[in-house]
């Protein structure tokens, strides 16, 4: 019994030291960016300014490698994503207002103002149907995604058709819009489905398959709609005009789910990309990207229902395209200058590897390096460690300033004094709301000489107005004075300290007064123009 009363040694433990650091961290200049923005700035930017005016129309190729082609002037010229350089041109006979590759991207179909519709293949860049029966211009030609054999059209005459492509026949006229027929989408889901926007400002879902040739579903945007996409899933589309980008439920009947007013200028073309990402919160989801005459590029999470990215470009933007394997991002400006954005892949590296070597025979992989090999012991320190390596990190050694080093053997005062002697005020407040846990600042204050009293108070002086430590500091000052005050009516140094700090609490009690007197001028216009 007496055996188990005795006392067991207990393992004494010391305690890492770490430098003091302030509680109240001040906030950046430029707010941190999110791994999506990061993500979507890490499109290496490229331009291609060779194109002769504005480019109302971009669309990539469903088929890898996911060329694309732009419309510009009289010409559809036609781009590696790879290289982002001209691959060949087309050339027409009036300017070209649209384009769209079909599913299988053999064949490309483009209409221009005079109304025609021309349908090429995409590798000899041979005519092969010419479709013409709009009565003025052609502002849209679209490929069903689940059809090769008909295009959907819509033009200033405020006409919508329904093409056979193989017979250059019309199947369908579709009337309904009151003004021009600006924009328009096919159903991801269903080949006779389609949606049309128009300058009167409504939207139109079709169905070939209903007899009475009218609109299944009408919404109104409620300004000139610009464009008008499909979501992936095939039960929404969002539309674009004005300033403004609405998604709307399809399946609910045209309800609005939400409206998007990120932009200052109108909107003019958008499209869906997806986050080529395959880790993360973000991996593989769908944005919607935007861009308008102001000059900005918006990327919108239509799940969380926000802005997640902005980029500004230096001339108003007019189309914008985005590949089906993420890795290209193709904007196109009003003064004829593409702003092609590339992803860098890990792939892109080793083909280029191959392919310079090609000629020379199939190049040997270099082998694993083995610990039976004479090599694995020759190894410098820059050798990266291999996969199945089991890695030891090396403590970094903290290196402590001279106040760290006092308060660490529970010298308060000379931490105190320390640190106030030297130019760095997130240093002082640091110590001091070191202190206030240890509850010894007070203390420091009562021990402290006049000399060290007067570099307290003229540190008091300079950041107790400051409104990131006024919290600690002006309560501080009040403590101060009224602990010291016999030493301060004492000492002319001292009372010149006083006046200052007075002089600089009456310069901060007028600025307040002064901001409250803007706020009181600026709120009621801020509520008028909320009503509005």
């Avoid at 300058?199 to 879902?205: E, P, R, S």
């Avoid at 926000?306 to 395209?321: E, N, Q, W, Y």
């Avoid at 050694?397 to 004094?417: G, I, P, Q, S, T």
Wanted: aromatic share 8%; charged share 25%; hydrophobic share 35%.
């Amino acid at each position: 019994m007496a055996d188990l009363l005795v006392e067991q040694p207990q393992e004494i433990t010391i305690s890492k030291t770490f430098p003091t650091k302030p509680k109240l961290k001040s906030k950046p200049k430029t707010p941190s960016k999110t791994p999506e923005s990061k993500y979507w700035s890490s499109y290496k930017s490229h331009q291609i300014s060779n194109l002769i005016s504005s480019i109302p129309s971009i669309d990539f190729s469903p088929i890898s490698p996911h060329h694309f082609a732009a419309a510009n002037s009289a010409s559809l010229t036609l781009f590696s994503s790879r290289t982002l350089s001209p691959a060949s041109t087309i050339s027409f006979s009036d300017v070209v207002t649209s384009c769209s590759f079909r599913c299988d991207g053999s064949l490309i179909a483009a209409s221009d103002l005079s109304g025609l519709i021309r349908v090429f293949d995409v590798k000899t860049r041979t005519p092969l149907r010419r479709l013409r029966s709009h009565a003025r211009p052609v502002r849209f030609v679209k490929y069903p995604l689940l059809d090769k054999l008909h295009l959907v059209s819509g033009g200033d005459d405020s006409v919508v058709k329904y093409w056979d492509v193989a017979g250059e026949s019309v199947v369908l006229d579709l009337y309904g819009h009151r003004d021009y027929v600006r924009c328009g989408d096919c159903s991801p889901t269903d080949g006779e489905m389609f949606v049309t926007g128009s300058y009167d400002h409504t939207v139109k879902l079709w169905d070939v398959r209903v007899d009475s040739k009218e609109s299944v579903i009408e919404v109104n945007h409620g300004n000139p709609v610009e464009d008008v996409i499909f979501l992936p899933s095939g039960g929404m589309v969002a539309t674009a005009g004005g300033n403004s980008v609405k998604i709307w439920d399809l399946i609910g009947g045209g309800k609005m789910v939400y409206s998007m007013e990120s932009h200052n200028k109108t909107v003019t073309s958008i499209c869906v990309g997806k986050v080529g990402k395959e880790s993360g919160e973000e991996a593989l989801q769908y944005r919607i990207f935007s861009v308008a005459l102001d000059g900005y590029m918006k990327v919108f999470d239509y799940a969380k229902m926000k802005v997640t990215h902005s980029m500004r470009f230096p001339a108003p933007l007019m189309s914008i395209g985005f590949s089906l394997d993420c890795m290209t991002r193709v904007i196109g400006s009003s003064n004829g200058i593409i702003f092609a954005g590339r992803r860098k892949a890990k792939e892109d590296a080793g083909e280029s590897k191959v392919g310079n070597f090609w000629a020379l025979g199939s190049v040997e992989e270099p082998r694993a390096l083995r610990p039976t090999y004479f090599r694995y012991f020759h190894r410098s320190q820059g050798e990266k460690p291999n996969e199945g390596d089991h890695l030891i990190m090396r403590q970094k050694k903290v290196k402590l300033a001279e106040h760290d080093k006092l308060l660490k053997k529970f010298r308060h005062k000379e931490a105190l004094v320390s640190v106030l002697g030297g130019k760095n005020t997130e240093n002082v407040v640091a110590v001091m709301e070191e202190l206030v846990a240890r509850r010894k600042l007070l203390k420091c204050v009562v021990n402290l000489d006049d000399e060290e009293l007067g570099l307290l108070l003229g540190f008091l002086h300079k950041h107790s107005t400051m409104p990131r430590h006024s919290g600690l500091l002006t309560g501080l000052t009040r403590k101060v004075i009224e602990m010291r005050a016999e030493d301060i009516r004492a000492s002319d140094a001292l009372k010149g300290h006083i006046r200052n700090l007075k002089r600089s609490v009456e310069e901060e009690i007028r600025i307040q007064h002064s901001l409250q007197e803007i706020q009181g001028v600026i709120s009621p216009l801020l509520r008028i123009a909320g009503r509005r």
